[in-house]
């Protein structure tokens, strides 16, 4: 297994490559909106200085809303600790075709990742929070970023996890990118993020989920980009 410091260096040039944004003429006025939620699980392995999650989940807050997010697309900002704060939720508009401004993306990407407070993880409150929002904008197709570790055992809702994505899956949802998925091990002595796959179920093996380690960011996230594009079609 690659070492962080490596697989991280290669995800700062990844995105460093996609900082310049596809072309107005590709995902401009033109093409279909999309509700953007990003979704930050601050609890557990986040705390945790080896694997890097806090700066790794601003890197991609930061990059989703300058890279992903068009005039007409709405967007909406979770926090997760012990419950959901919603920390934006409006809808884009620029006449100018101007992307989103880089002093508002610092802002809220610094706001998403702030550390919790607390004890609890509403991983699974969070996924409903971002199916509430979606439900909101039905003619928009909903791409939706959650950076979690994936350690489900504080969450008092994990038993509903299954049921409530494969809702998620079932309205009109474009991509699920889950990324930082944690490598420690579980209570049972299992990988934090196999577990995690496991209580999704069949809907993990869906072709709209794009599952990331805490490795391997840099290897998924095109996809990601690749998916929003199509979306946008």
């Known amino acids: 297994?690659?070492?962080?410091?490596?697989?991280?260096?290669?995800?700062?040039?990844?995105?460093?490559?996609?900082?310049?944004?596809?072309?107005?003429?590709?995902?401009?006025?033109?093409?279909?909106?999309?509700?953007?939620?990003?979704?930050?699980?601050?609890?557990?392995?986040s705390k945790n200085p080896a694997f890097g999650?806090?700066?790794?989940?601003?890197?991609?807050?930061?990059?989703v809303l300058l890279n992903q997010v068009r005039s007409g697309d709405t967007v909406t900002l979770l926090h997760i600790c012990g419950g959901v704060k919603t920390i934006a939720d409006f809808q884009y508009q620029s006449a100018s075709k101007a992307l989103m401004p880089k002093a508002d993306?610092?802002?809220?990407?610094?706001?998403?990742?702030a550390p919790c407070k607390g004890?609890?993880?509403?991983?699974?409150?969070?996924?409903?929070?971002?199916?509430?929002?979606?439900?909101?904008?039905?003619?928009?197709?909903?791409?939706?970023?959650?950076f979690t570790d994936g350690a489900l055992l504080d969450d008092p809702q994990r038993a509903n996890l299954p049921a409530l994505f494969g809702k998620l899956l079932g309205r009109n949802t474009a991509s699920v990118f889950i990324a930082g998925l944690s490598p420690e091990?579980?209570?049972?002595g299992g990988s934090i993020r196999d577990s995690f796959t496991e209580q999704l179920g069949k809907a993990a093996d869906d072709g709209r989920v794009i599952l990331a380690g805490a490795y391997d960011l840099a290897n998924v996230y095109?996809?990601?980009?690749?998916?929003?594009?199509?979306?946008?079609?």
């Open 222 to 233: 095109p996809s990601f980009a690749a998916a929003v594009k199509e979306a946008r079609k």
């Open 105 to 113: 993306i610092l802002r809220y990407a610094s706001a998403v990742t």
């Open 185 to 188: 091990t579980d209570a049972a």
């Open 53 to 63: 999650y806090t700066q790794q989940a601003r890197l991609i807050a930061q990059n």
């Open 119 to 146: 004890k609890g993880s509403a991983i699974t409150a969070g996924f409903e929070t971002a199916l509430k929002a979606g439900q909101r904008t039905k003619a928009a197709k909903a791409v939706i970023v959650y």
């Open 1 to 45: 297994m690659p070492t962080f410091h490596t697989s991280f260096s290669r995800f700062l040039a990844v995105l460093a490559t996609l900082a310049c944004p596809t072309s107005a003429i590709d995902l401009g006025l033109t093409s279909p909106p999309l509700h953007v939620v990003i979704a930050v699980d601050m609890t557990g392995s």
